[in-house]
Structure formats: structure tokens, C-alpha cells
């Protein structure tokens, strides 16, 4: 039964359209720290990929004009997924008391170091001490402003509490989380502008995490009816958009697709912050920690195999638990149905769409190139270690240690 509180749930201010970048970016920086600096000069905090600005000439000429108006930017570029160490680096040479303002632009990477940037501009000591599990302090909830731009359609990294640092190692990796409630951004901007040049894999990769996020969070047993309603909207625009994107990004514009697929991780990151993730997560959390394979790539082989894991744990479970999980995923299979019509029986319509899901792998390694697990460099030493530090999260069944080995090894 989902929860009869219904709690407050904090939202950014989205600017949603295409040509958003450049209507808002400058202005907005402008807003969030009015005025200029104790030495006549502003400072702002550049976060972005190795090669997002060179093919992002939009947001390029916001940033010029920011300059023009005496703002200094200092460049912080992300290659890969950051960890806490990493981080510390680039606070070291960013300017006293870490800026006036961070920007982040780009995928899930960069706006969890965006956000961290920016928080730890007022903590003392090594980010590290701040993470969830490995660290013995809190975040005060204190940080700089922050404005994200997120060019993946992925993590919805820009609507969540936490940022997701991490080391991958089979001895002494981590994955961890830096987590406040006022982490979340102060302004975002979906433009599918920024989204039109972007490799297929990624868009692959990154639309396939934000939909598991979407349906984990919908399965999930902490979820409200207000939740269902924003989760049942992200499904249907990342159904209908993450097909044809798969298929035909790069090749056609499909600036619609990108507009929705854009809308769509941002609620999945709304989600996942009030009802948790489950087994897709429960299992691609502890091998981010050990294996050196991107979050989304690692999503987008999991989602299916851990559906079709947690379905037939339900009917084994039987009773309420598999009526809960065949009637859910019954209505996601009827509301993301391209042209062919659903079976009748709910049974067979949950059926259908882990069927769906495991064709959108099967388009994303053939049309977009995504490797397997075992292709992207994990091993079976990776997988036994896996296994021992899996999480049931908030999973609407809990799975046996026969179903998690299945899982993993159907998504190598």
C-alpha cells in the first residue's frame, strides 16, 4: 500500500524548451548572485565534459557573455566518473572560497561534481569524510549557488539530494553518495538543443538508466499516489521517446524524442530522491564500486534481467506481492506499447514488457553500440564480489541469491 503522507516535494526552476541555453543561462547566473564581488569581480565555476563546450556553441556564447560583464569562469573538465580525491584536486585550484556560482554542463558526472563543488565550498576537510558509508561527517546543507544544464537525458542528477562520487577496485573501491535536501539545484535548463550531437551510446545508455530509474521508482513500495501520477507521465514520454532514439539518433533530428526524453530524467531524478531504486540499482551501485564500467552502460544491461528477476519473484511470493508487481507492470506495458496491441490477461501484459525492455538491449547493442558487462571490462572475479554486497533497496520482492547470480549473468 503506498504511503498515506504525502510530503512536500522540492523542485528547481526549469526553464523547458529548446534554445533554452541560450535565453537563460547568462541571465540566470545574473539573478542567483546579483551585484558585483568584494574585489569588483564575480566568479563563477565552470563544470563541464572534456569536449562539451566546443560542440555546444550556444552555451559558448552565454558564457562569453558573462565575461563581457566582468565575470572570470574557471574551468573544471570531467573525463569519466569523478571520485571524492579527484574533487579535492580541483578544489585546490579554484578560487577563494570557491567561487560565487556553479555552473554544470553536462551528463550525470558532471552535475554530481557541480553539486559538490558547490557544497564544499563551505564544508572543511576532505570530501571523502562527507560521503554516505565511508565517511564520519554530515553535509551542513550550506553551499554556493548552482545552475545546472544536463546535456544526457540521464541520471535527473539536477533534481536529486545527492551526488555520486567513486573509485571502482575490487579491494577498497567505493560508490558513495554526498547527500542534503538542499543539494538540488536552483535552476535547471532542458534544452534539446544540447542534446542533438551526442553520440548514440550515450544517448542510449543514459535514456535507458532514467527509464530504470522511472520504473523502479513506480514498482517501488514507497511510492504516492501524487509520485505515481509524475512517474506514470515520465514513462509515457520515455516510451515513446527511447525507441526511436535507440533507432535513429544521429540519423534524423528528432528534436521531439530529445525534448521528452529530457523532461523524463528529470522526474526520474525526482523519483528516485522520495522512493529510493530498486534491484536494477541494488546491483549496479556495488559494481560501479568495483568495476570500471560507466552507471548508465551498467543500467541499460541490467534493466531487463532484474524485471524479469523481480516479476518472477513475485509469483513466486504470490498473493498480494505479484498482484502489486503484474498490475504495475501490466499498466507500463499498456501505456509504452508502439503499434502492436497488449494481451488481454495483466499476467501477459507484465510478461510483455520485459519482452519490450529486452529488445530496447538488443536495438541498443546492435543500432548504438552498447557493450555487455563483460565487454566493458567485468570479470568474473567482479561478478563474485557483486553477488556478496547486492541490496534489496526498495525492491517490491525480495530476491533470492539463485535470481541475483541470473540477473548478473544474463546481463554479461
Known sequence: MAPSVLSPINLPQIAYHPGAAQTYLASWVVELVPGPGEQGQRELVLVTGGTTLERLPSVAGGLEL???????????????????????????????????????????????VGKTLAAMACEEGPTKTYLEGVGDRSPSGKRLPWLA?????????????????????????????????????DRVILDAH???????????S???????????S???PTSTPLLDRWLLYGLELAGGA??????????????????????????????????????????????????????????ANVLAPAMESTLAAARAA???????????????????????????READQADALVATLYRWLEEAREYAGLPGLAAAGVSANHVEAVLSKVSERRNPVSLTAEQWRALVGKAL
Open 318 to 344: 504470490g498473493g498480494d506481492t505479484e498482484s502489486f508487481v503484474e498490475s504495475r507492470m501490466a499498466r507500463i506495458a499498456r501505456l509504452i506499447a508502439e503499434d502492436e496491441v497488449p494481451p488481454v
Open 66 to 112: 558573462l565575461q563581457e560583464l566582468g565575470w572570470r569562469i574557471t574551468e573544471v573538465r570531467i573525463s569519466g566518473e569523478p571520485s571524492a580525491e579527484w574533487v579535492d584536486e580541483q578544489r585546490r585550484r579554484l578560487p577563494l572560497g570557491g567561487g560565487d556560482v556553479v555552473v554544470a554542463i553536462g551528463g550525470g558526472s558532471v552535475l554530481d
Open 206 to 216: 543514459a535514456g535507458m538508466d532514467a527509464f530504470a530509474q522511472l520504473l523502479e
Open 194 to 204: 544540447l542534446t542533438r550531437t551526442l553520440p548514440r551510446r550515450v544517448v542510449a
Open 218 to 220: 513506480y514498482l517501488a
Open 242 to 299: 527511447l525507441p526511436e532514439l535507440l533507432r535513429r539518433h544521429g540519423d534524423d533530428d528528432l528534436e521531439a524524442e530529445r525534448h521528452d526524453m529530457a523532461l523524463a530524467a528529470t522526474l526520474s531524478g525526482v523519483a528516485l530522491t522520495y522512493t529510493g531504486l530498486g534491484a536494477v540499482h541494488g546491483v549496479i551501485g556495488p559494481l560501479g564500486s568495483l568495476a570500471p564500467i560507466g552507471h548508465g552502460d551498467a543500467a
Open 149 to 185: 544544464v544536463p546535456t544526457t537525458m540521464g541520471t535527473g542528477s539536477e533534481a536529486t539530494h545527492n551526488a555520486v562520487l567513486g573509485r571502482p577496485a575490487l579491494e577498497g573501491g567505493y560508490k558513495k553518495s554526498l547527500r542534503h535536501p538542499a543539494f538540488v539545484a
